[in-house]
């Protein structure tokens, strides 16, 4: 049984860091899209940063656009866990997020334009940030 569990959420000031974990288990055959996505109260979900592993080291990493220079995605695959390290936080980064994964045909499904219906997905983890 696929398994995606989500932790490292919580609330913080303004400009403080956080780094989200999503531990993942069950799947028979690794997946090489795995992402973050969020979703704020009111506001649809969306994603925030994917990263592809199929064509190996370097993988291949993309961002929305108001996160990049403030969120780092990582993969160890090792451990199967996936990180992101979110620095400078802001009020409106406040919202549930969501780990998701799968295995997909390509690179040029695991942008954060294309990954949205990721097969996988965990329970999310809920990131509060204060002015």
């Not at 795995?34 to 592809?52: H, L, N, S």
């Not at 370097?58 to 390290?85: E, H």
């Not at 980064?93 to 219906?117: I, L, N, S």
Request: hydrophobic share 30%; net charge neutral; with cysteine.
């Amino acid at each position: 049984q696929v398994r995606l569990v989500e932790s490292g959420g919580g609330s913080v000031q303004a400009g403080r860091s956080l780094t989200l974990s999503c531990a993942a288990s069950g799947f028979t055959y690794s997946p090489n899209c795995m992402g973050w996505f969020r979703q704020a109260p009111g506001k649809e979900r969306e994603a925030v940063a994917t990263i592809y592993t199929g064509e190996g080291i370097p993988y291949f990493t993309y961002y929305t656009d108001s996160v990049k220079g403030r969120f780092t995605i990582s993969q160890d695959n090792a451990k199967n866990t996936m990180n992101l390290q979110m620095n400078s936080l802001k009020p409106e980064d406040t919202a549930m997020y969501y780990c998701a994964a799968e295995h997909t045909a390509g690179r040029w499904k695991c942008t954060v334009d294309t990954a949205r219906d990721l097969g996988y997905w965990g329970q999310g983890t809920q990131v509060t940030v204060s002015s």
